[in-house]
């Protein structure tokens, strides 16, 4: 994973002159939300675009290192149709400078020094944290967690790329395809995987014992899964 700092004005440059047009913007938006890779031919639909027009776009995102470039199989035969989904270059772009995520990994090891880096502590501190949150919003129902369509926009505003289900048996599955502390969690997965599954039992309103990890993406999985068992 490439990492751009603010200093790389270069690079800042074309992060700008991609993402400056306000149609480009709008496609980057919908790439990003969109539950699998899009083709040209999707976005120019979806944006009243010729398909020329709308690729030119994907392609300078592309350049900007915004997106990343796939292929999806033609279900009618021929060649493999081009697809585009969000790239995983970070981008830090503060000032003045801040260091959160030096501090973070420095407080993830303070923890541990401490003895207090077991995973059963990190869940119980995230519940606390995830129940605050649920709390705190508008959205909150009877046993003061929030409903999956909250728990999704809650997710979205977090910056995750989030889909939230309820299977028939009402179990909750929340699907996340990024992972917002990536760095941290692939040097602590026990610890920030943990503070991340509580948080979510938090915002559910569910207890830890609910809850069952499936995939992580800091264990290298496309999405982080999770499992939450019906709701009294």
Same mark, same amino acid.
């Given at each position: 994973m490439n990492i751009v700092r603010q200093? %790389?004005?270069?690079?800042?440059?074309?992060?700008?002159?991609?993402?400056?047009?306000?149609?480009? +913007?709008?496609?980057?938006?919908h790439v990003v939300a969109?539950?699998?890779? /899009? @083709?040209?031919?999707?976005?120019?639909?979806?944006?009243?675009? *010729?398909?020329? /027009?709308? !690729? @030119?776009?994907?392609?300078?995102l592309t350049n900007a290192d915004l997106l990343v470039i796939g292929t999806r199989r033609n279900p009618r035969g021929g060649r493999p149709a081009k697809v585009y989904s969000p790239s995983t270059t970070r981008f830090d772009i503060q000032l003045p400078p801040r260091r959160y995520q030096t501090l973070a990994?420095?407080?993830?090891?303070l923890a541990g020094l401490a003895d207090l880096s077991s995973a059963a502590h990190a869940e119980a501190l995230g519940h606390e944290l995830g129940r605050e949150a649920a709390a705190g919003s508008p959205g909150a129902v009877r046993n003061g967690g929030l409903t999956p369509d909250d728990v999704d926009? +809650?997710? #979205? $505003?977090?910056?995750? @790329?989030?889909?939230?289900?309820? !299977? $028939? %048996?009402?179990?909750? =599955?929340?699907?996340?395809?990024?992972?917002?502390?990536?760095? /941290?969690? #692939?040097? *602590?997965?026990?610890?920030?995987?943990?503070?991340?599954?509580?948080?979510?039992?938090?915002?559910?309103? =569910?207890?830890?014992?609910?809850?069952? !990890?499936?995939?992580? =993406?800091?264990?290298?999985?496309?999405?982080? =899964?999770?499992? +939450?068992?019906?709701? $009294?």
């Open positions: 200093w %790389d004005l270069s690079t800042l440059g074309a992060l700008g002159g991609a993402l400056g047009d306000p149609t480009r +913007f709008a496609i980057y938006k969109a539950p699998e890779p /899009v @083709s040209a031919s999707d976005v120019a639909v979806v944006f009243g675009l *010729h398909r020329t /027009v709308a !690729r @030119s776009h994907l392609e300078k990994g420095a407080l993830a090891r926009t +809650f997710l #979205r $505003d977090m910056g995750c @790329s989030p889909r939230v289900t309820v !299977r $028939d %048996d009402r179990t909750v =599955v929340v699907e996340i395809g990024n992972c917002v502390f990536l760095e /941290v969690a #692939r040097e *602590h997965p026990e610890l920030v995987c943990a503070l991340d599954g509580g948080m979510l039992c938090g915002l559910l309103g =569910v207890e830890p014992a609910a809850h069952r !990890r499936i995939a992580s =993406v800091a264990e290298g999985a496309p999405a982080c =899964v999770h499992e +939450f068992a019906a709701r $009294d």
